[in-house]
């Protein structure tokens, strides 16, 4: 103690020394905290705009409105396909295929050959990695672990409109329709796109019944044209199908049931989101914003 009392003077000069050489070193920090901020702000923006965004539009589009039943689980996608095996005969059509919804964009029209891809709601990837590991881990880990179980919910009424789909097969003469060059066939039935009618009538979606045409000999639904016969009886027998397979709604009960827990989920996580897109701090740290 003795030593630091000979030096007691010396401290106020120490003091005044640091203040000094502290001001211009302050000074120097400045532009660098502010530029970090600006970096970090930009990068949340980005985040915000290109990541949380989308996957919001996603819960609204999709996940909520199909998990209430307001949006069918199983849509017809028509793929490219090729009708002959021979090289020199080989053709291109239209195919179609029942698949999972997990968009809200339509059927495309089979009579007007129009075809709209599924358009992706899928975040910007590199930025998707960034938030996975580095910013928002336990928010992504639950969400893809919901969208995992909506998958496997998907894939439920897949089997389900299978199933209808192949009694379409079994209950109706007609040839089934696998390609759109046999809509100029004399007779056939889109067994698919009756399956997909089938879930949205009993899920209780808005859709149109079916309506025969004039001749007798064509079966529409919601203006799309599922099925030609020779005769009328062809047409009836469609529609005593359609009727005896709506009619059966235990399955639909039960999956309706397995969806309550999945759209709980789905709110909790969009109002996570809601939460995310207000916030102004943007956690953890990664390159994307070292200055």
Not at 10 to 39: G, M, N
Not at 153 to 172: F, K, M, N, P, Q
């Amino acid at each position: 103690m003795n030593w630091l009392m000979q030096y007691k003077d010396i401290f106020p000069l120490i003091s005044i020394v640091v203040s000094i050489l502290a001001v211009p070193a302050s000074a120097a920090l400045v532009p660098w905290v502010q530029e970090r901020r600006r970096v970090r702000r930009e990068h949340l923006d980005a985040i915000k705009e290109r990541v949380l965004r989308p996957i919001r539009r996603e819960f609204d589009d999709v996940y909520l409105p199909q998990l209430s039943g307001k949006l069918s689980p199983v849509t017809v996608v028509y793929p490219l396909t090729r009708t002959h095996g021979s090289l020199s005969g080989s053709q291109i059509a239209r195919g179609r295929a029942l698949a999972p919804r997990r968009t809200q964009v339509e059927d495309s029209f089979p009579m007007s050959i129009t075809y709209v891809e599924e358009v992706s709601q899928t975040a910007a990837p590199e930025l998707y990695a960034d938030v996975r590991a580095r910013h928002y881990c336990g928010f992504i880990k639950q969400l893809e672990a919901f969208r995992s179980d909506v998958d496997a919910y998907r894939d439920e009424w897949l089997a389900y409109a299978g199933r209808l789909s192949d009694a379409i097969v079994e209950r109706v003469t007609l040839p089934p329709l696998r390609h759109e060059s046999a809509l100029y066939d004399a007779e056939w039935v889109d067994v698919d796109g009756l399956a997909a009618f089938i879930v949205d009538w009993q899920l209780g979606i808005v859709v149109q019944p079916p309506f025969q045409g004039s001749d007798k000999q064509q079966l529409e639904v919601s203006g799309v044209l599922r099925a030609r016969a020779n005769d009328e009886a062809g047409i009836q027998r469609v529609i005593q199908c359609l009727d005896e397979l709506c009619a059966s709604t235990e399955v639909v009960a039960k999956l309706r049931r397995r969806a309550d827990p999945l759209l709980a989920r789905a709110k909790y996580l969009a109002s996570e989101l809601n939460e995310l897109l207000e916030s102004s701090k943007l956690p953890g740290r990664c390159r994307l914003t070292r200055v």
